[in-house]
Structure formats: C-alpha cells, structure tokens
C-alpha cells in the first residue's frame, strides 16, 4: 500500500450538532489515518462551526467531539483547511476557532498550526488536486 | 474504469439510493467495474430485509440484491453506523445478545476501512447522499 498513496480529502460542511454527519465523517477521518494517505480536511459553510472553541453540549445530550480534532495531529491528520468566507458570513474570525497543532516530524518537532485559512478560490484550487474526495 | 459508490442517506426519505443505483446498473452495463458500494450515515438502511415497501412501488433493497447477485458488486455496509441504527447481521446479533438480525442477501457488514481501500482502489468514488 506504501507505493499507493493518494490524496484524501474529507470536506465537512455541516454543523456539529443537530445532524451526524459531522461525527460519523470524524469516524471516518481516524479509521482512515491508519491507511497512511495524504489526508486533508477542508471545513466551509457550517463546516466551520465544528472548530470552534468552548462547545458545550451539556443542553442537548449529545457527546462533545470537538476535542478529538486536537488529537488528529497524533494521527498525522495537520491540514485543516478553513474557509475565510465561510467564517466571515457567519461573523466568525479565526480567533473563534480552537487552537489546532501538530508536531512537525520534518522540522525538529516543531509546533505547528493545523488549521489553515484559505479564501474560496484557494479551497476550489486544493480541491483540485485531491484524488478522492468524501463530502459530508 | 473502476467505479466506487457511496450511499449517504436513507432508502425512500431521499433519492440517493436510487441514483446511486442507476449509476451502479448503467456503468455496469457499460462496461465498467463497480467492485463495491459503501452504505454510510443512514444509507445504512437499504440493507434491511425487513422494509416492506408498497406493492406498486420499487423495493430498493431488492433492487441493490439483485444487482450484488448479477456483477457481484460488494455492497457493504458500515458497522459502527449499522450499530446506532439497529442493522444487524446474524454474527452481530449472537455477539451484542440481540434477538435478530434484518441484513438482507448480498450485503455484509464491515468496519470503515472498506470505504477507505475503495478509495484507494478504485479509479473514482462518487458519494451519492445530501
């Protein structure tokens, strides 16, 4: 499989709550880390709203996964691109999202960020080069 | 070409299954490969053999059976998604104590790195959902 590598990418556009699709495509997220792909995830529309920081779900019974997208860096899941226009239509900034890194294996270790603002342009271009896209 | 196919949404509430498998049988009946159909989200529930849709309607269940059994296309079917929503296999069933099981014929049940090979391995994958 080593000589098979593509480009996944995992495009959330949906809300955390009040559907699953954004904790089921989170499933498929870290089973697929243990495929050793080319992984990114692209967040846009409601999308962003899953990175965002201080959820509580106490309210609502369902389970709080927004932590485990910290954890992703561990799974050497670090590109999270986020859509400027996404946030600025919902009145988000990147200040309203939590803080996201890796562990840079390349440089020393070094703590890098994960999430990554693009403008629109920029998500359709990155999405272009991808070879298998799962939309959610 | 080699075609991967996933279903994101439930039989009859939303049409995806239903285009999912008009481009299943018509790629098939041209020429192409359709190794495997990922069933994810509520798309889970195609494969039960319980549902019992009106007369004059189409059986989408049927409908996926049949094609599995003609191409020998791998209809599969995500367990922690099948889980929540009460889709079981004979297997499941004895192993989670439950009194039954409701998978129909040509489907199993396997874990989400089915979905991730298809990826791998086919030359396209088309999500068919919302």
Redesign the interface.
Known sequence: ?ED?I?K?LYVNRKAPYGT??AL?AL??VL??A??D?DVSLAFLDDGVFQLVKGQNTDGIGVKNFSPTFRALGDYEVTKFYVEKESLEERGLTADDLQEIMYEDEDDDYAEKPSIRLVNRAEMADMMAEQ?????? | MKFGIVVSEGPYTHQASDSAYNFAKAALENGHEVPRVFFYHDGVNVGTRLSIPPQDERNIQKQWSALAGEHNVDLVICIAAAQRRGLLDEKEATRQGKDANNIAEGFRISGLGQLIEMGIQTDRLITFGD
């Open positions: 499989m098979n593509k996944f699953i699709y089921e499933e498929v089973i697929g243990a495929f792909q070879d298998v896209v799962l939309s959610f």
